[in-house]
């Protein structure tokens, strides 16, 4: 029972690089979102999906891109990456019908470092 | 616009202690989930309790309990008798309660406890 599984673990990037994060859930969920987490600031949305093929600006959306082409796969894509994009990534799921009780299941996290 | 407010930025105690966490937070909608989730140094998020606005009701769990006031928009989290073991971060969080809002939690800066032995 695998559920949420964030792939890489961690990366180094070079300013100006590109990666994309890889989020899988097995748990046919609807709904799917990435938040990053910065010392003294908590988690902030960046991007989520309510749906295969569709996706919404969260709170901090400058400088990634997402897609939702399956509705297991959730991708956060770096196109040029900056020092200020140095964070811990978490992706997290849920149910539609229990979305807006916030019964969100996390990902372990993806700590990337911008140089 | 939704806010969470986590004060406070680090505590620590010495074992045996309690500790309060607070989290004061700010919402139009009538309709409101609140939650508190426990980072340990392993890094993942762990789902600690969630409380709907309607239900003002205390709760306590072990040594957990959660003390949730509307009057003064705060939802406190005490460990009695703390341990090494509840040294982590802590978050606050916030959901609307609208079927717009797709679940999309809103978290407060986190506090750092450290228990000593």
Known sequence: NAGVTQTPKFRVLKTGQSMTLLCAQDMNHEYMYWYRQDPGMGLRLIHYSVGEGTTAKGEVPDGYNVSRLKKQNFLLGLESAAPSQTSVYFCASSNRDTANTGELFFGEGSRLTVL | ?117
Do not use: M
Request: proline fraction near 3%; aromatic fraction near 14%; charged fraction near 20%.
């Open chain 2, 1 to 117: 616009a939704q806010k969470v407010t986590q004060a406070q930025t680090e505590i620590s105690v010495v074992e045996k202690e309690d500790v309060t966490l607070d989290c004061v937070y700010e919402t139009r909608d009538t309709t409101y989930y609140l939650f508190w989730y426990k980072q340990p140094p392993s890094g993942e998020l762990v789902f600690l309790i969630r409380r709907n606005s309607f239900d003002e009701q205390n709760e306590i769990s072990g040594r957990y309990s959660w003390n949730f006031q509307k009057s003064t928009s705060s939802f406190n989290f005490t460990i009695t008798a703390s341990q090494v073991v509840d040294s982590a971060v802590y978050f606050c969080a916030l959901s609307e309660g609208r079927g717009t809002s797709y679940g999309k939690l809103t978290f407060g800066q986190g506090t750092i406890l450290t228990v000593h032995p």
